[in-house]
Each structure stands twice: as C-alpha cells, then as structure tokens.
C-alpha cells in the first residue's frame, strides 16, 4: 500500500460521502458527523490492513530463513563429488589469465 495514494484516495471518498450524507439528510452537521464516523472506520481499516501485511511479511521471512538455514545444514552434511564445501567459491582465487 502506498501511503499518499491511499491518503487521497481517502480524502476523495470522504468528500463524495459528505457531499452524498448532506444530500440524503439534508443536515450539514449530520452529514459532518457521519462523515467523522466513515473517516474514522478507513483509518481502523487501513491500519489492520498495514499490520495485515506486516504481519504477513514477517511469517514469509522467517519461513525464508529456516529453510536457507535447513539448505546450510544439508549442504555441510552431505559429501561433494567435488570436496569443495558449499561456501568455499568466494573463496577461490580469481584470476584474469
């Protein structure tokens, strides 16, 4: 979710709502009350929303981490047809010749 597109995308709703609120009751301060209440709902919406996707991206990095940390352990465990152990490749000598 991108914050300022979500912000005006807000703003635009709340306007269209007050403008539709005053029309239907006729009453500028219920239509401002109604439209305090919406406001309020979006914010409660947004923010589980946000923590939703935290939540959700925290889960999918722990799981990226112990499986990289079950591949690491298999790697050292079993025997290479080469007998290089896994990590050893940055530790090679480079050369340009």
């Known amino acids: 979710m991108y914050a300022p597109r979500v912000f005006v995308s807000m703003t635009g709703v709340l306007i269209v709502f ?3 609120a005053y029309f239907m009751t006729g009453s500028f ?3 401002l009350i109604q439209t305090l209440i919406c406001a309020v709902l979006l914010q409660v ?3 589980i929303g946000v923590l939703y996707l935290v939540r959700r991206e925290k889960k999918l990095r722990e799981e990226n ?3 990289e940390a079950a591949t690491i352990k298999n790697s050292k465990d079993s025997n290479r047809r ?3 152990r ?3 490749a940055p530790n090679l000598p480079a050369s340009d010749t």
């Open 86 to 88: 896994a990590d050893a």
């Open 18 to 20: 007050a403008v539709s």
């Open 45 to 47: 919406g947004y923010f």
């Open 82 to 84: 080469d007998g290089l």
């Open 65 to 67: 981490i112990s499986s």
């Open 29 to 31: 301060y219920t239509a």
